[in-house]
């Protein structure tokens, strides 16, 4: 048994006339091709993130102590 729930969407003008050409297209309903949709969307969106691997390198050391104002002070003079 097939359950389906009957609802009312409000699309865009020029969205729904691409929707009706592409259901044409591809010779299926407009809602077959709106749930199809909705179900990789909403697929998508349920696997997790994977952590992306950041760079790292190694940059030789501290010039100054963040914390020492004065030391910073000193620093940008030098560089300037």
């Known amino acids: 048994m097939l359950n389906h729930m009957k609802t009312t969407l409000n699309i865009d003008d020029r969205v729904m006339v691409r929707l009706k050409q592409e259901a044409a297209r591809r010779r299926c309903t407009m809602s077959e091709l709106v749930e199809g949709a909705l179900r990789t969307v909403l697929e998508r969106k349920a696997q997790p993130r994977q952590a992306v691997k950041l760079p790292s390198f190694h940059s030789g ?20």
Do not use: Q, S, T
């Open 61 to 80: 050391g501290h010039l100054v102590d963040v914390a020492d104002r004065e030391a910073l002070y000193e620093a940008m003079k030098e560089e300037e």
